[in-house]
Antibody, heavy 123, light 109 residues
Framework: QVTLRESGPALVKPTQTLTLTCTFSGFSLSTSGMCVSWIRQPPGKALEWLARIDWDGDKYYSTSLKTRLTISKDTSKNQVALTMTNMDPVDTATYYC???????????????WGLGTLVTVSS | EIVLTQSPGTLSLSPGERATLSCRASQSVSSSYLAWYQQKPGQAPRLLIYGASSRATGIPDRFSGSGSGTDFTLTISRLEPEDFAVYYCQQYVSSPQYTFGQGTKLEIK
């Protein structure tokens, strides 16, 4: 059974750095073909993809946010972390982690999601 | 950048009716790269359709996806009360990048 769970601070101040952790079970990021992403959703708005990390350590970032994001993994702990620097009130959102399965030799969609964690940016 | 535009923004229907949701891409998208999700209030998105037309595990067969190129459709053949939610389409773009449409809210009439 695949599960993912996000954790991190509920409130951060503007200019601070946010660090979120995704703890998962039911699969391993050391297994060839496994990938995990972070996605966010501002209140009442649409979803926005942020970053992806692959089983082999490759990392990919949203073009619009890549200067602020770092994704990493701890395979021994079944965790993926995301840091986002210079937080702003517009970054207030629910942050999700999600798994990507291999499909037709690529990774095109998200099959399992965590419940999400709401992060509010306010002084 | 390929933009996904979903229509209508809100769809008001009654249980038992047929729902047709549209997702239009600003450039041609491979069918392999198109997925649909359902999101209920306070919940994470749930994968419904991948590869434009393949149902995810456990998804009822009243949900179907179709389309190619720039026009994709999610159809719910007979609406059940639990189907009223927000639906998002999502595409993959090489680099990789992933983008979502703005969503269609399916509400009870």
């Amino acid at each position: 059974q695949v599960t993912l769970r996000e954790s991190g601070p509920a409130l951060v101040k503007p200019t601070q750095t946010l660090t979120l952790t995704c703890t998962f079970s039911g699969f391993s990021l050391s297994t060839s073909g496994m990938c995990v992403s972070w996605i966010r959703q501002p209140p009442g708005k649409a979803l926005e993809w942020l970053a992806r990390i692959d089983w082999d350590g490759d990392k990919y970032y949203s073009t619009s946010l890549k200067t602020r994001l770092t994704i990493s993994k701890d395979t021994s702990k079944n965790q993926v972390a995301l840091t986002m620097t210079n937080m702003d009130p517009v970054d207030t959102a629910t942050y999700y982690c999600a798994r990507l399965p291999r499909y037709n030799n690529g990774w095109y969609y998200f099959d399992f999601w965590g419940l999400g964690t709401l992060v509010t940016v306010s002084s | 950048e390929i933009v996904l535009t979903q229509s209508p923004g809100t769809l008001s229907l009654s249980p038992g009716e047929r729902a047709t949701l549209s997702c239009r891409a600003s450039q041609s998208v491979s069918s392999s790269y198109l997925a649909w999700y359902q999101q209920k209030p306070g919940q994470a998105p749930r994968l419904l359709i991948y590869g434009a037309s393949s149902r995810a595990t456990g998804i009822p067969d009243r949900f179907s996806g179709s389309g190619s190129g720039t026009d994709f459709t999610l159809t719910i053949s007979r609406l059940e009360p639990e189907d009223f939610a927000v639906y998002y389409c999502q595409q993959y773009v090489s680099s990789p990048q992933y983008t979502f449409g703005q969503g269609t809210k399916l509400e009870i009439k």
